[in-house]
């Protein structure tokens, strides 16, 4: 069985002109044509969808990924939607709280309206939660 050469896989200009090149192909021979391909050991060829579609997002410039702040950890991103719990509590959320540098111990005034909540945090600026 012949073995085929594995071309070098292309990024940025050179990737988005191939593909503009091969438009009537399928995205998996386009992929394979890009370089986004791997030889198993029994000879068979495995396109790389998933390195083909990221490297055509990160030539278009596209940013999908948040920027990761303070201790470099991933997890959820903070919504500013909350619900209640089935014990009827209202958690706010460490991301909340480390966004407005709250710590243990900072106290809060609460006040209810008919459609909101309000925090007035005591010794510092107000915070207003309003309910959907």
């Known amino acids: 069985m012949p073995k085929t050469q594995k071309i070098e896989t292309l990024e940025g200009e050179a990737l988005l002109r191939k593909v503009k090149e091969l438009e009537n192909l399928s995205k998996e021979e386009k992929a394979k044509a890009c370089g986004y391909y791997t030889v198993t050991k029994n000879g068979v060829e495995r396109v790389n969808m998933m390195k083909f579609l990221n490297a055509l997002i ?14 470099g950890r991933g997890g959820r991103s903070a919504s500013y939607r909350i619900s209640v719990q089935s014990n009827g509590n209202l958690l706010i959320g460490s991301a909340y709280t480390k966004q407005m540098g709250l710590k243990p111990g900072d106290e809060f005034e609460i006040s209810l309206g008919r459609k909101h909540i309000r925090l007035k945090q005591i010794g510092g600026d107000e915070i207003e939660l309003d309910e959907e």
């Open 58 to 71: 990160d030539a278009e410039g596209i940013q999908l990924d948040s920027k990761q702040g303070g201790n």
